[in-house]
């Protein structure tokens, strides 16, 4: 069984740029999230979506951050216009179901912003 | 507020010895889903095992083994026979309707 995956590994960009990521989860997996994991600090998640809907994105600064799973398989999160406090690894999850189900996670995108 | 609390930021162990890992965890609901996850320098995050709350039984998975007090709010792991293998982050996790972590426990493996 693949994995949960995401591209790219690393990304090196200027503040006031945009980056986006993508993620493809494990197949069959309803529920799909993305975590912001600051060096040094456990993951914060961003946002969770059941199929292509949104459940949570209270911790989702909004202003700068989006996302989308518009067929409610890949997703890609996007920053416009990133700042210094954003570079982190952001880390895709996904779950069978939504609820306290085992979270699968990919190996992350390392984001660096200059 | 659901919090997750981790108090040892660094540990070590001995190739083949035990070591136990804390996480205390606050909720004021009663159902909810306890987690370890290892995240080795790769930083591919792993599972390593889960509690129920509503289960009595302590979970097990091989060299794994959790310590479950409800009462006290205390979820910790502990690894026998430590393997070089087990040396990364550990993160504690709680979910109740969302998945909150720790700041996890730096666990070095020492030959």
């Known amino acids: 069984e693949a994995g949960v995956a995401q591209s790219p590994r690393y990304k090196i960009i200027e503040k006031r740029q945009s980056v986006a990521f993508w993620c493809n989860p494990i197949s069959g997996h309803a529920t799909l999230y993305w975590y912001q994991q600051i060096l040094g600090q456990g993951p914060k998640l961003l946002i969770q979506?059941?199929?292509?809907?949104?459940?949570?994105d209270s911790q989702l600064p909004k202003d700068r951050f989006s996302a989308e799973r518009l067929k409610g398989v890949d997703s890609t999160l996007k920053i416009q216009p990133a700042k210094l406090e954003d570079s982190a690894v952001y880390l895709c999850?996904?779950?069978?179901?939504?609820?306290?189900?085992?979270?699968?996670f990919g190996p992350g995108t390392r984001l660096t912003v200059l | 507020a659901q919090t997750v609390t981790q108090s040892q930021p660094e540990m070590s162990v001995q190739e083949a010895e035990t070591v136990t890992l804390s996480c205390t965890y606050d909720?004021?609901?009663?159902?909810?889903?306890l987690f370890w996850y290892k995240q080795p320098p790769s930083r591919q995050m792993i599972l390593v095992i889960r509690?129920?709350?509503?289960?009595?039984q302590n979970a097990t998975e091989n060299r794994f083994s959790v310590n479950f007090q409800k009462a006290a709010k205390s979820f910790s792991l502990k690894i026998s026979d430590s393997q070089l293998g087990d040396t990364a982050m550990y993160f504690c996790?709680?979910?109740?309707?969302?998945?909150?972590f720790g700041t996890g426990t730096s666990l070095t493996v020492i030959p």
């Open positions: 996790a709680f979910i109740q309707s969302q998945f909150y």
């Open positions: 909720t004021s609901e009663n159902n909810y889903y």
């Open positions: 509690q129920e709350a509503y289960k009595q």
């Open positions: 999850a996904s779950s069978l179901v939504q609820g306290p189900d085992t979270q699968y």
């Open positions: 979506f059941q199929n292509n809907g949104v459940v949570d």
